[in-house]
């Protein structure tokens, strides 16, 4: 009995009986959204609601000669027609930069336009009326006469001399520029047997969420309180910026987020037509609701990955890796995104390349300049495809040019998995990955040595299939040091509060947010868990800024990591509450007390002492008969940052299997494997659906998703049709596999796992398509790998 | 032409009545005139599915129909399949599997896969993927979806995979 106890005293808060960490069980409240009753922004009405649709510009580039509106004002059910200076009464423009990306610049942004646009679809006029299709038609009578300006479309142009510059007060068009050198990278290259070199080319691709963008605006004149209604991934970051730029406080804007139609980063910015809806509602004193149609998705959805970076490996003939170079350059659009810039992609690059590997030699400069197309920012696994794809692209590169099979140059190459703590040849600091146990189990559950086998028997009957590989780091739990830093108000540490009702039911309130993920899960497993209470009787609430505590919501892969911890040590502190109020009532102690199943029961026989609901009972009933002195608190709360490290990086591998059809040029996705590490896994099925998620966004970037701008600056496949994207003919089923190493930041220990599977499909993809084309001596580094770009390798158009 | 048409429908089994503009479409009508905000707009150009209803039996994408068309038609939505009980087998399999992620595609999704399982009750895994081809999901990467579809297909028919 004795040593039973003491068992049980040693467990931790997540390992105690009952406990829903590690296990599969459903998201709570899935039935609202398969019952076609959940609440997206574009399902809200409110009385006295207007429908603001934007005129936007056709020219990439142009001065506004002038506006004329007076037809348009007079059509049925218009209310206002605003142009950007009669908007600009109630909001102020932006400037999206960071103070610790040093030298990063941009140009004050507007809600709409003012005397000149910058990219086609950039709003140039507001139309709001009773319906949108009143205000669709009275858009159509707006005249705008454009004197149309040179449009800076070529990214490997825009710094040219020659070239005008896009905004004079800034010089130049060059946005940002990072330099780094670690080691002796022209010695290494000196040293090595061989040096490859390679341009990789990525497409600009977007996020397509389903439902796209839409917010509704009510300001409420009489409480001088503004509401938003927007599918945001950080209610409070809006809440600051919407404040701010309509110059009022904070606690006069509430932002509501309920159900979000997908986000994937695309809902973590501030964008020009959100902010006019929100000054729209203000002006025009009434609600005012926007949604995006499917054109201007892809016309003002941040685009992604327009990428050109040069890459050069130098290697010894028996594997080892002596340095990398990179030479990368992006174009971002005509601004920087606001407020997280449009930086921190290239900056991601320099950070990540190389990232897996032992050697410290490498030598990186990245360019970010501006362009006449429409912005880029961060979207899911911000930089790490760019720079998983050039890394394991050298890699194979290198291996091939010395005849070693690509797993095995990965086995003598890959960091040690018990050389941590250590750091990469960036500075970044990595507390614990597992390379090499990841590498081992992708090679166990693929049958490594069999494909390669099927593969060399189908090619003599002409049959071409490849496989690819690919290693990646992920960057997960950011602390301040991603944009607190640089001075931007998006918080990094998140808040949890939980109490128990007068039944005993827990409601848990948190400041990350949901968007399909499985936070509410999360949170409402960790918080079962420690309580000891049934998730059936744990509601969570999230998504609104009056009614959660304050914190940065969920993007970066951080709701688990961080937000889960906030869970975990808010729930801790109830159940000793519970236990404290507990243990006056039973006269007993809190040490001899547990609760298992919504019951307080005795640690040592299980014996139940009293069922939570009574507990409750007579906490808020009858505090009259509670002994003298007990003030009861049934409710806590509790916040959480990582402070020890900036970010908490997770590893993975990923493989691909794919046949290639030398004649079409067509690529039929086989299977795909992945091995990541996450540290503690919550909830299995979730981490693995995020992965799988994840991994078939990055296979549409491999293969089908490209914003194809022409030379004036026109996007010319703005549409569904036209934009491919993964449908479910064309994916493969997905393994998936882990090891598990939690962090020791948290007593939790979990890290991030969303935008793991994004960072490495591609790479895997791009690697199985060149060893496909082996026999064929061409490879291929540039994505979509579109059935044009392979035949043009081939020779064959 | 502009002027507003009369239109007698029967929506999940009830009598509509409604006076529409020609250019009305029914995915708009479904959500702003009846509020049956579970049919959902993601491309209003017929790619997405997300707006996908039955009209007399078929299912149909409501962005590229007409409320006009729909008179004398009966008209089925996910709100109207679920009260009914008629996929409660389905949505325990969406719901076990995690299929669903922002649940965005998932009323369409279930309109074509209970189109499937009532044309081809033991589809395999091809077959499912071929009937969803027109459902985009950007959550999910369509596996869970294919599984839970099976999973339905094999149970409906009284065996096990």
């Known amino acids: 009995m004795t040593s039973e106890r003491s068992n049980l005293q040693t467990l931790s808060a997540l390992d105690r009986p009952n406990s829903y960490i590690g296990k599969t069980v459903p998201r709570p409240n899935l039935d609202r959204l398969m019952q076609g009753r959940g609440l997206y922004v574009s399902d809200i009405e409110l009385p006295r609601m207007a429908h603001a649709v934007f005129l936007r510009s056709p020219h990439a580039h142009a001065r506004i000669v002038g506006i004329e509106t007076s037809a348009a004002k007079q059509m049925p059910g218009v209310i206002a027609v605003v142009s950007g200076s009669e908007l600009s009464t109630v909001i102020t423009p932006w400037v999206g930069v960071l103070s610790h990306l040093k030298g990063l610049k941009s140009a004050p942004q507007n809600a709409i336009a003012i005397d000149r646009v910058c990219w086609q679809g950039e709003a140039v006029a507001a139309v709001v009326a009773a319906s949108r299709a009143q205000a669709e038609d009275a858009a159509e009578h707006v005249l705008v006469k454009y004197e149309e300006l040179h449009a800076v479309t070529d990214m490997r142009a825009a710094l040219d001399p020659a070239t005008p510059v896009i905004h004079a007060s800034l010089g130049d068009n060059l946005a940002f520029e990072r330099i780094h050198d670690a080691g002796a990278v022209d010695q290494a290259f000196a040293e090595s047997d061989e040096v490859v070199e390679a341009e990789f080319v990525f497409g600009r691709h977007t996020g397509v969420t389903l439902e796209p963008r839409a917010v509704v605006a009510d300001w409420n004149a009489a409480e001088a309180r503004l509401t938003i209604y927007q599918g945001t991934q950080a209610p409070h970051m809006v809440q600051n910026i919407a404040a701010l730029h309509l110059g009022l406080k904070e606690s006069q804007v509430r932002v509501v987020c309920k159900d979000v139609g997908g986000s994937f980063g695309i809902k973590v910015h501030i964008y020009a037509d959100e902010m006019a809806t929100y000054a729209l509602s203000k002006l025009l004193r009434r609600p005012v609701k926007f949604v995006a149609d499917r054109v201007e998705s892809f016309n003002t959805d941040i685009h992604a990955r327009d990428h050109r970076c040069k890459g050069k490996i130098g290697v010894k003939r028996d594997g080892t890796i002596m340095a990398f170079e990179i030479d990368d350059l992006t174009g971002i659009g005509p601004y920087s995104m606001y407020p997280r810039t449009s930086a921190i992609e290239a900056n991601q690059v320099v950070n990540l390349v190389g990232g897996p590997y032992v050697t410290g030699n490498y030598r990186a400069r990245a360019r970010v300049v501006f362009q006449n197309k429409n912005v880029m920012c961060q979207y899911r696994a911000v930089g790490h495809p760019i720079a998983c794809s050039v890394t394991e692209g050298l890699v194979d590169l290198a291996a091939m040019k010395i005849a070693m099979d690509p797993v095995e140059i990965r086995r003598r190459n890959l960091i040690a998995d018990d050389a941590y703590p250590c750091a990469s040849p960036s500075g970044l600091r990595f507390e614990q990955l597992s390379h090499h146990a990841a590498l081992a189990k992708l090679v166990q559950m693929m049958d490594y040595d069999a494909l390669r086998a099927e593969q060399a028997a189908l090619r003599v009957s002409n049959i071409h299939r490849g496989i690819g590989i690919a290693s990646f780091i992920e960057v997960t739990n950011p602390s301040a040091a991603f944009y607190g830093v640089g001075g931007a108000k998006i918080s990094s540490q998140d808040g949890v509060a939980v109490r128990v009702d007068a039944q005993g039911s827990v409601i848990c309130q948190t400041s990350i947010t949901e968007q399909g993920q499985g936070s509410e899960s999360l949170t409402a497993q960790i918080v079962g868990s420690v309580l000891g209470v049934s998730m059936d009787r744990v509601r969570v609430i999230l998504g609104d800024t009056d009614n959660t505590p304050y914190g940065g919501g969920t993007w970066a892969s951080r709701g688990a990591g961080i937000g889960g911890e906030a869970a975990l040590q808010a729930a801790k502190t109830l159940r000793k509450n519970i236990l404290d109020v507990a243990a006056a009532v039973l006269q007993s102690t809190p040490s001899e007390l547990d609760i298992v199943n919504n019951v307080v029961v005795n640690v040592g026989d299980g014996e139940p002492r009293i069922d939570l609901s009574e507990l409750a009972r007579i906490v808020y009933f009858r505090p009259d008969t509670l002994p003298p002195g007990i003030q009861p608190e049934l409710m806590a709360t509790r916040h959480f940052v990582p402070r020890e490290y900036p970010f908490a990086f997770t590893n993975g591998i990923q493989a691909s299997w794919l046949e290639l059809d030398p004649d079409t040029g067509f690529v039929k996705l086989l299977k795909h494997w992945v091995v990541e590490d996450c540290g503690t896994i919550i909830n299995p099925q979730l981490v693995d659906e995020q992965i799988r998620g994840g991994v078939v966004q990055g296979l549409g970037a491999a293969l089908f998703e490209k914003c194809v701008y022409d030379e004036r600056g026109q996007l010319t496949n703005a549409n569904m049709a036209d934009y491919l994207v993964p449908m479910s003919g064309e994916m493969p089923d997905i393994d998936v596999g882990h090891v598990v190493t939690p962090t020791l930041e948290s007593e939790l220990g979990a890290k991030g796992a969303g935008e793991a599977g994004t960072a490495g499909a591609a790479a895997a993809v791009t690697n199985a398509v060149n060893d496909a084309l082996r026999p064929f001596g061409a490879i291929i580094t540039e994505i979509p790998l579109t059935p044009q770009v392979i035949l043009t390798a081939l020779g064959r158009i | ?161």
Request: with cysteine; proline share 3%; charged share 20%.
């Open chain 2, 1 to 161: 032409m502009t002027d507003a048409v009369a239109v007698a429908l029967s929506v999940n089994g009830e009598l509509v009545e409604a006076n529409v503009l020609p250019r009305l479409n029914l995915a708009d009508f479904l959500r702003e005139h009846l509020k049956l905000t579970g049919t959902h707009v993601g491309c209003e150009h017929g790619v997405c599915g997300a707006c996908t209803v039955r009209v007399n039996g078929d299912i149909v994408r409501s962005c590229l129909m007409l409320a006009v068309q729909t008179h004398n038609a009966a008209i089925e939505t996910i709100e109207g399949v679920s009260d009914s009980g008629e996929i409660a087998d389905l949505q325990s399999a969406f719901r076990e599997r995690n299929a669903l992620q922002c649940g965005f595609c998932t009323p369409g999704m279930l309109m074509a896969a209970q189109d499937l399982l009532k044309q081809s009750p033991c589809p395999d895994r091809e077959q499912i993927r071929e009937h969803l081809s027109g459902n985009y999901c950007r959550c999910t990467g369509y596996q869970a979806i294919v599984d839970a579809i099976e999973s339905t297909a094999w149970t409906r028919a009284g065996r096990r995979p």
